[in-house]
């Protein structure tokens, strides 16, 4: 199975720029695709931005332009670079990696979420 650690949240003034950070460790087969949800009080999870293996990305329509996803499979990592933040951003952020496991099984795994806080 694949673990998942999160890093890099904080509190951030309306405009300012933070960066995610989310460190895989354990085995898989194949890795199809990691990405970042977030989590508002009194809101469902929502995707906000995905990168499959042959690095195509995916972003939720209000963070377009403002938010960028990147993954380095050498160090099995995968960040969230967060521009010009807006309070409506504010969020636990968790890092989500999907794949195959070594046992050919389908997984999700999930990191224990990281707390994205902006100030008006």
């Known amino acids: 199975q694949v673990q998942l650690v999160e890093s890099g949240g904080g509190l951030v003034q309306a405009g300012g720029s933070l960066r995610l950070s989310c460190a895989a460790s354990g085995s898989a087969f194949r890795i199809n695709a990691m990405g970042w949800y977030r989590q508002a009080p009194g809101k469902q999870r929502e995707l906000v931005a995905s990168?499959?293996?042959?690095?195509?990305?995916n972003y939720l329509d209000s963070v377009k332009g403002r938010f960028t996803i990147s993954r380095d499979n050498a160090k099995n990592m995968v960040y969230l670079q967060m521009n010009s933040l807006k309070p409506e951003d504010t969020a636990v952020y968790y890092c989500?990696?999907?794949?195959?496991?070594?046992?050919?099984?389908?997984?999700?795994?999930w990191g224990q979420g990281t707390q994205v806080t902006v100030s008006s």
């Open positions: 990168i499959i293996s042959n690095a195509m990305t």
């Open positions: 989500n990696v999907r794949g195959l496991s070594s046992r050919l099984v389908d997984f999700t795994s």
